[in-house]
C-alpha cells in the first residue's frame, strides 16, 4: 500500500466514491463475457520459426577453435581425467 501510495502522490487527481448502483460503466465492464477468451489469445505464444545454425557457421566456428591456443588447452583439460592436473592450475 505504500508502494501506490508514494506513486500516486505525483499526480494531482481526486478520488470520489459512487454506489455500486450509479456506477453501471464499471459494473458493465467488469462483466464482459468474452473478457476471458480475448486475455487467453492475447497471452497465447506462437512460434514463428525454427532456425538452426548453417553447417558452414558450424565448420567455421570449429575452425576457429581448431587454431585458438586457449581453446586447445580448456579442451585439452576438460577431456582429462577429473584426478589428473595439467599446465592449468588445480586449487
Request: net charge positive.
Amino acid at each position: 500500500m505504500t508502494r501506490w501510495l508514494s506513486f500516486f502522490a505525483e499526480y494531482d487527481f481526486r478520488v470520489e466514491y459512487k454506489p455500486g448502483r450509479l456506477n453501471v460503466v464499471a459494473d458493465a465492464l467488469s462483466r464482459r463475457p468474452y473478457y476471458a477468451v480475448k486475455t487467453a489469445e492475447a497471452n497465447r505464444i506462437g512460434v514463428e520459426r525454427v532456425s538452426a545454425p548453417s553447417s558452414s557457421l558450424i565448420d567455421d566456428v570449429k575452425a576457429g577453435y581448431a587454431s585458438d591456443a586457449d581453446v586447445k588447452q580448456l579442451l585439452r583439460y576438460a577431456s582429462a581425467p577429473s584426478n589428473s592436473c595439467t599446465s592449468l592450475s588445480c586449487a
